[in-house]
């Protein structure tokens, strides 16, 4: 999700759901302790619960970087291990971490000593090399007993050489069982699916095994999705919000961000995705995505679009 779970994204999805927690995207230890920290921890409070997800794998960087998320207002920091992409493995960051689970284990201990908030890790149940049960198991086992008490499992193996990031989202078969064995043998922990989740009508099926579920692309390309997310997975008596509420109440935070020098197109490719399965969707994503761009006032191109909402 790098790139595209940003603030703004992250405060539009806001508007769809109150409860559901979001996550950043992936942010290295290396851009946070000496790059644009203020960049990439910046969020509005809006966005609450909101989790700041990290990729590294020095004890000592992750420490720091949990305690810049923490007083930046952060209610959780997350551990990528299941990112498969050759640039984050060659720093030794994503799945490769699978390989070296008393390492996770360290960065995990070293996190929890430095924070109060909760460190959970999101891995792969397995990668190429290391992808029995067993391994599985002592992976987990090994950073259970440093201190995680929340697991994240993309229900894939990631293989680290020859697929491309896109391939490992899609080639290697999902494996629900794999992780559904996890819930039994480690009763004492939570386990959060991930990995090919698309309706809410699913993640009803497998709230019966799991305590939790993650929705990534699917909520970003078709954010709607999460609409009646509170009120069918947390019990909500709200109406649910329409599309052109949604973007009627994001039109104020696209105004601030222009009077600050912003550009509209940074807040609206994120809900390009509001615009599928009706008439005049196509329409609404040419005004945000192409129009956009020629617009002398980019407000009246928004309103425009709105219009395109009504009643949806």
Request: aromatic share 6%; proline share 4%.
């Amino acid at each position: 999700m790098m790139d595209w779970t940003d603030r703004h994204c992250r405060f539009f999805l806001r508007l769809l759901s109150r409860n559901a927690l979001l996550y950043t995207e992936m942010v290295t230890t290396g851009a946070l302790l000496h790059g644009d920290a203020e960049r990439f921890l910046r969020h509005d409070e809006a966005e609450y619960p909101l989790a700041l997800q990290l990729g590294g794998s020095v004890p000592a960087d992750l420490a720091a970087c949990a305690r810049l998320a923490q007083a930046a207002g952060y209610n959780e920091v997350n551990l990528n291990v299941g990112c498969p992409s050759d640039r984050v493995q060659n720093n030794m960051i994503g799945a490769c971490l699978m390989g070296h689970p008393a390492l996770v284990g360290d960065c995990v201990k070293a996190m929890l000593d430095a924070v109060e908030i909760p460190v959970t890790v999101k891995h792969r149940i397995g990668i190429n090399g290391r992808d029995s049960y067993a391994e599985l198991c002592d992976f987990v086992g090994q950073v259970r007993d440093a201190g995680c008490r929340s697991f994240t499992v993309h229900a894939r193996i990631a293989i680290l050489e020859g697929l491309s990031p896109k391939e490992n989202r899609e080639i290697p078969p999902l494996r629900y069982d794999i992780a559904a064995q996890l819930t039994k043998d480690f009763p004492d922990l939570e386990f959060i699916l991930n990995g090919g989740i698309k309706t809410l009508a699913e993640c009803q099926e497998h709230l019966q095994t799991f305590d939790g579920v993650m929705l990534g692309r699917e909520a970003y390309h078709n954010p709607y999705v999460l609409a009646e997310v509170d009120q069918q997975l947390f019990g909500s008596d709200a109406p649910v919000i329409t599309r052109s509420e949604a973007l009627a109440k994001l039109r104020p935070y696209i105004a601030r961000h222009l009077e600050s020098g912003g550009a509209m197109h940074h807040v609206t490719r994120h809900i390009l995705g509001l615009g599928t399965g009706f008439n005049g969707a196509r329409k609404f994503r040419q005004l945000l995505s192409v129009d956009i761009h020629k617009s002398k006032d980019p407000l009246a191109l928004l309103d425009q679009a709105g219009e395109l909402l009504q009643g949806r």
